[in-house]
């Protein structure tokens, strides 16, 4: 008999008996997993849905809940901003970057309004309003916000910019949770059959075609036969180190994994039919340095002194070009006028102040005229309301000449610097799993950070992006397989 | 009947008729195909060799015909190196970075004199001098030269120096050809079946073995069988933009892919069975820049004028440290000392010149005080022989100081910076294709640029690792293809 095998489907002629039959099987429990059976079902098909944990969740629940969405939302007309679809199609584009998938970014585009309305009818709660400024997540239960690079250079000048972080109304931070759940109820709702502590350990497949996986359920193998196909929501790598030494090695560099089970299984399970997993060396990483707020107008240095970005872009923008930087650490340069005690969580630590910035530059054994003259070239600019460098704009562009002054050492080690994967499996807009002819997997769905999707390229990671491509994606995907 | 494709191992029963039988058949005749084939037919196997092109080459050919090796060989005494095999051992690992493959490099560092032997028993002649300097080929038919960053900072103070670059005794450049054809006369000799215009378009597999190939040869597919074992040894994957688009994007920053047919499909073929493709994002690539010889003391800035390596480095290394730079371009600066008119091939224009550096910044449209200041900084430290932004040293290391000044443009789409891909196969040292859950793919063997190996990694790249990679790991592939 066939070794049961992450790697290799299980032959369907060896199946003795199917110990569940459905007509999609779901594999994970997070946004894109529940969005995906909820269409499923919707579409009339029987859906069951395996969850590996003890409930729903996935990394989605340890998110802000925040979806990336524009094109004119209610919020963002009554804050003012006139966003188009093609200005959306255009950030997405340059936030994928070298990796951008262009079907998926103007297919989201287009019918970005389209999916605020559905997430709104499935009870997906927002405010309305704006909360401006720098933030990460809400303080409060705000809805929109400014979630990535849009209003910043390079980016400000390349598509018309607006704020499309949509965040679910949630008291502070943490919106990830109370976000699946509504999807999980929504499942229920349409008889979505929940399996948990339910692990995917192989696909089974009939000649070409997927119709089945392989669970481990109360330490037995359980056959699942998919009558119609199987959904792959099981999440990214960043919790497998094989994995990551791999294919993304760069992750070593940064110590905190964000995640849930994300061991690449979802990943490994699709390549084992024949998948193409693509662009598997990109992460994203951010590193909580504007908060407190005022650091949002701090300046980064790299050991040779020398600035490396225009800090008013997305935080994680920011802290993945830092980890770009040699040394293993960078330093977030602040006067008085704009220190306050960063959080806790944040593991910063001051490696250097002085009443001028060549005392602080000598604090940091910088040599003389490094430091000193990038910030003194720097605030001689932005007293005149400019960036030459980088393009930094105002009101995050300010003269920083209020002595004492400190520098903020964010090591790439002991500073909390968290980190997921974006590679995964190509898929189709449909969500269909794509072979490396480009050819679909018969059978074969997936969709979530085992896919690799909107948010694909690191350095232009904007939050939001990822729940937008969880749930848009994986409800195309559910569609599809039930169709 | 099963597709013929690269992407789906055909069953060996629906082979109605073998055309070919061998015990090794080998899949290109660049300096990895040759060396398995020379070790298997050694080894008493009956082998055949098949490429694509008429003849044999690939693009060990269009090489130098250079290969890394150390840890005291003949010429490196003669020239009063004391080179170790701890010392090889550890700068391999450094050169392999994150991607490093640790086996393989303390392996060959191990053997690296045996190798050394082998290749002149096959033939290769070494005029067995050194020729000091800054030389990317020698310009006669010296033998060693420093072709790598071992004497620059920080891999000198972490792996002790010496020169490794052992070149093909030749005169001028182009090495590799005479390289090949040495190998290809040692496998003629050993009674390897040739066959050329032959393009690899599936493997066969019966049952969970790799038994042979299909072949396609004047316009029909040809089934070999091969008993023992199959290697590809196909090269990479530059020449195919289809896969760099999902794999290794960034190459498209850069215009001058190098190489011979490296379509990918070895990489497909192994994958295709089961193998892991791994580093797919890695590529070396150069620009000339140390042409003619005095602009190796040179002095890179990016276009915000900050410099970004320590310029003594392997020109490679500059080079692809020089593509992570924002803006598409960096200048190579240089003064009326060091200036010479650049090679045509190499593309690069004068972007700038001034009888002082404040000049030259303003022609280059630079903010006043960027690159300037920067090299009022270098000239002043370089006038005492130091550097204390990225440890430049003597003799590299010189004020630049004698204007007029000159700007040189290295624009990454206009200039010539050749590149191609280092991901690849996973494989044991004894180059079997490894699945991804790191078990050997049974019958399947690879080498070369189709496999991840010694060169993994794109900022560690020193001249003859990839060939060095190739000799050596072909011949253990065909050793145990063989077995």
Redesign the interface.
């Known amino acids: 008999m066939t070794e049961i095998?992450?790697?290799?489907p299980f032959p369907a002629h060896e199946v003795a008996a199917w110990d569940y039959e459905t007509d999609v099987a779901v594999i994970g429990f997070g946004a894109a997993g529940a969005c995906a059976a909820i269409e499923a079902a919707g579409a009339g098909a029987r859906v069951m849905l395996f969850e590996r944990n003890s409930g729903s969740g996935g990394a989605s629940a340890l998110s802000g809940g925040e979806i990336y969405i524009g094109g004119g939302t209610d919020a963002q007309k009554a804050a003012g901003f006139d966003d188009t679809t093609e200005a959306l199609a255009a950030y997405l584009k340059l936030a994928g970057g070298?990796?951008a998938d262009e079907a998926k970014c103007d297919l989201y585009a287009a019918e970005a309004l389209d999916h605020y309305a559905w997430l709104k009818a499935q009870g997906v709660p927002y405010r309305g309003n704006y909360m401006p400024g720098k933030v990460i997540e809400p303080t409060d239960d705000s809805t929109l916000i400014w979630s990535g690079s849009e209003a910043a250079a390079p980016f400000c000048d390349l598509a018309t910019p607006a704020p499309r972080g949509h965040v679910i109304q949630h008291m502070g931070w943490g919106g990830g949770r109370p976000l699946v759940d509504i999807l999980e109820a929504g499942a229920r709702e349409r008889g979505v059959e929940i399996v948990t502590d339910a692990r995917a350990v192989a696909l089974v497949r009939d000649g070409e075609r997927i119709v089945g996986a392989v669970m481990r359920i109360d330490n037995q193998n359980r056959f699942v036969r998919a009558a119609k196909g199987v959904v792959l929501a099981a999440g990214g790598f960043v919790m497998n180190e094989g994995m990551r030494r791999?294919?993304c090695?760069?992750t070593?560099?940064i110590a905190d994994p964000i995640g849930d089970k994300d061991d690449g299984s979802g990943i490994?399970l699709g390549?084992?039919a024949?998948g193409?997993a693509?662009?598997?060396?990109q992460f994203f990483t951010t590193c909580p340095w504007t908060m407190p707020e005022p650091h949002a107008k701090g300046v980064f240095v790299n050991i040779?002194g020398?600035?490396f970005i225009n800090e008013d872009c997305y935080h994680g923008r920011v802290s993945r070009t830092a980890v770009?930087q040699p040394g293993g650490k960078v330093y977030l340069l602040l006067d008085s006028a704009h220190f306050e005690q960063p959080p806790e969580f944040a593991r910063v630590s001051i490696a250097g102040t002085g009443d001028t910035w060549e005392e602080v530059e000598a604090e940091l054994e910088m040599?003389a005229?490094?430091l000193a003259?990038t910030m003194a070239?720097y605030n001689a600019?932005a007293r005149e309301g400019r960036d030459?460098?980088?393009g930094k704009r105002t009101p995050i562009l300010v003269p920083l000449d209020q002595g004492p002054f400190v520098a903020l050492e964010l090591d790439f080690q002991a500073s909390y610097f968290s980190f997921f994967t974006l590679g995964g499996l190509?898929t189709s807009v449909d969500g269909e799993v794509l072979?490396?002819?480009g050819t679909p997997v018969p059978g074969l769905y997936a969709a979530g950070r085992c896919t690799s999707g909107l948010p694909a390229w690191g350095h232009g990671y904007s939050s939001g992006m990822s729940l937008a491509d969880c749930t848009f994606f994986g409800r195309r995907a559910g569609r599809k397989a039930a169709a």
């Open positions: 095998s992450l790697h290799r070298p990796c791999k294919y090695p760069d070593f560099r490994e390549v084992s024949g193409d693509i662009h598997m060396d040779a020398q600035r770009d040599p005229g490094t003259a070239f600019h030459p460098l980088y190509k072979d490396r002819g």
